[in-house]
């Protein structure tokens, strides 16, 4: 099992930026591919980002393209989730979350995920 353990999150204007990090632990060894996640009250949870397990392949939803950039960390075991131009829309618990092989979009298709960090993006 790996355990996750994400940080970062606070609140931040529009426009602004935030940077989000999940650092892993457990087995690890096998590297993990690595999703990003969010959801906010009322609403699924909502494919943000994803990045395969070296790093070579990564992925994101529609809603954040050009403004987020995932990273990894392998020799730290981390990602991380560069978050610019902030709107008030981005405003969610974020999670990270790791499979085996590579990233999915589907929340079900995870099988460790982190406690999540909030969020918040005030207009």
């Known amino acids: 099992q790996v355990q996750l353990v994400e940080s970062g999150g606070g609140l931040v204007q529009a426009g602004g930026s935030l940077t989000l990090s999940c650092a892993a632990s457990?087995?690890?060894?096998?590297?993990?591919?690595m999703g990003w996640f969010r959801q906010a009250p009322g609403k699924e949870r909502e494919f943000v980002a994803g990045?395969?397990?070296?790093?070579?392949?990564?992925g994101y939803g529609d809603s954040v393209k050009g403004r987020f950039t995932i990273s990894r960390d392998n020799a730290e075991n981390t990602i991380y989730l560069r978050m610019n131009n902030l709107k008030p829309e981005d405003t969610a618990v974020y999670y990270c979350?790791?499979?085996?092989?590579?990233?999915?979009?589907?929340?079900?298709?995870?099988?460790?995920w982190g406690q999540g960090t909030q969020v918040t993006v005030s207009s």
């Open positions: 990045i395969s397990r070296v790093g070579g392949n990564t």
């Open positions: 979350a790791a499979r085996d092989y590579y990233y999915a979009t589907f929340p079900r298709d995870y099988g460790s």
């Open positions: 457990g087995r690890t060894r096998g590297k993990k591919a």
